[in-house]
C-alpha cells in the first residue's frame, strides 16, 4: 500500500496509530516516561531522554507529516514555542516580512522578543502587487503569513507569494491553524514550512496545547529539531497521545464546523443588528474567488461586526448561553471572543483600528453543536441588545 496515496480522513486514522508491535494493543500505548534504559552507553533502541524524542510524539509526528504531505514534522508544546524555533533557526540580523493581520501572540512574539534580533515589516499580503515591492525593497529572508489571517479571515494567494519570495531567495511560512490540514496545504503550493497550533483544529477538543512545524528540507529540520533538544519546548507524551486520538476525527470535524458556519453566517448577515459578516465562504468577501481555488473549504472561523460599540458588544457576549466566551478554537464547542480586549490585546491600538479589530468586533469559532441551537442562542442575544 502506498500511504501517500491514502486520502485525508484515512491517514489521520492510520499513520501514527497503527497497532503496538509488542501487544497487539489496537491504540497505541502512552510511552509516559523521560528517559530510556541503555544497554551499554550510547547504545539504545533510538530513543534516549523524552526532551528530545519519545515514542508516542514521534507517532503523532508521522501523522502530522503525511497530513500536510510533509517529510518532515516537530511537534512542540505549543503553537507559540513552535513559531519561536522558527524565529531562532534564522540568523541575528534576518530580515522579516510579516502580515499584518496575525494572531496577537504572533504578533508579540516578533515585536517584543525578536524585534532586537531582526528587522520586522508587517503589511498586508493580500495584495500580491504590493508583496511583489516589498519583496524586492526590503529582500526579507523570511516571509510570514496567516491565511485566512486572526482574525479578519483575509486570505493570501500562498501560491503568488512563494512564486515571488523564492525568486528573491526569502523563505516562506505558513501558519495554517485555522484551515488545519483538511482545508489547506501549503506546502503543497510552494510553502517552505507550516506551522499549526496542535492546541485547536488538529486536537479538536481544547484539552491541550500543541504546536508543530510541517516541512520538506532535511537540514532546516535538522536545525528546528537541535533548537527543540537544546531549548526544551517539546510536547510530553500524554498531550501527543492526546492530539493522536483527537486527529483522527479530523475530517468529520472540519466538516461539521464548515456547514454550521455557512448556516450561521447566513443567519448573521440577515439580523438587523449585524452591521457586517467576514467568512471566506460568503461571495462578499474580498477574497472569495482566491478562497475557493486555494483551500477545499472554507473552515469554522467567522467574525462580525455588531451595530453599535463596546457596550452592544459587551451585551451581546453576556446574553449567550451556548458559546462560551474564551479565548482559543477550533474545538467541538462553540467559542466566542472580542479580540480587541482578548486574543489582540498586545497589538498597539493604532494599528488594530487601522485592522478593524474595533470594538464592535467579534470572533465566533463555530462548534459542531446542533445548528438550529446555535442559532436561537445567537437570535436572542442579537435580539437583546
Ligand atoms: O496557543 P498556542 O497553541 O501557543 O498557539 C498560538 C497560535 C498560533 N497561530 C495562530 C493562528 C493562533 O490562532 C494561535 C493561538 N490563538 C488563540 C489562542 C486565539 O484565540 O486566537
Redesign the pocket.
Known sequence: MDYKKLKIATKAILIGSQPDELTGSVIPPIYQTSTFAQTSPGEHKGYEYTRSHNPTRTRLESCLASLENATFSMVTS????A?SLILQSLPHGSKILCGDDV?G??YRLLNTIYNDRFEIKHINTTDIESVKIELNSFKPDLVWI?SPT?PMLQISDIKAICNSAHIVGAKVVV?N??MSPYFQNPLDLGADMVMH????YINGHSDV???AIMLNDSAQYEKLWYLQNSIGPSQSPFDSWLVLRGVKTLSVRMKAHEENAIKIADFLIKHPNVEKVIYPGLESHPQHKLAKSQMNGFGGMLSLYIKGGLSESSKFLKQLSLFTLA???GGVESLI?HPAIM?HASVPVKERNELGITDNFIRISVGIEDIDDLKADLKQALDAI
Open positions: 505549543s503553537g507559540m514555542s513559531c494572531y501572540g504572533t496567516e486572526n501558519d491553524t485555522f497550533s496542535l492546541t485547536k496545547l500543541g504546536g479565548e482559543s478554537l471572543e486574543t
